[in-house]
């Protein structure tokens, strides 16, 4: 069975999540206070993208989910970053 392919809708919602996951993060890195560097605006870019783009995920559990909807998780996990999303798996982990 070939996997499915993406449909014109759901390769701008892939891209949309991106971007707004890399806005999201570097707004939390100039909110942040830190020293902003080039190192750390493309770090914090790429991991917020790629963190927005994973909320596309959902159409495998939700396949009807409207892109608002995702575009919504995206930010939220964006905005999570790395360390929310592990600290969550870690309090969850252990109830």
Same mark, same amino acid.
């Given at each position: 069975? #070939?996997?499915?392919?993406?449909? !014109? &809708?759901? +390769? !701008?919602?892939?891209? #949309?999540?991106?971007?707004? %996951?890399?806005?999201? %993060?570097? +707004? #939390? @890195? ?9 190192? *750390? +605006? @493309? $770090?914090?870019?790429?991991? *917020? %993208?790629?963190?927005? $783009? *994973? =909320?596309? %995920?959902?159409?495998?559990?939700? &396949?009807?989910?409207? &892109?608002? #909807?995702? @575009?919504?998780?995206?930010?939220? @996990? =964006? *905005? ?5 999303? !592990? ?9």
């Amino acid at each position: 069975m #070939a996997p499915k392919e993406f449909t !014109q &809708p759901e +390769a !701008q919602t892939f891209i #949309a999540t991106f971007v707004a %996951g890399v806005i999201t %993060g570097m +707004a #939390a @890195l100039l909110r942040s206070g830190d020293k902003v560097t080039w190192r *750390s +605006a @493309l $770090a914090r870019s790429l991991t *917020s %993208g790629m963190l927005g $783009a *994973s =909320a596309s %995920g959902v159409w495998v559990i939700y &396949p009807s989910a409207p &892109p608002v #909807a995702i @575009l919504g998780i995206s930010c939220a @996990l =964006a *905005s999570l970053g790395t360390d929310g999303i !592990q600290m969550l798996v870690k309090n969850y982990s252990h109830k």
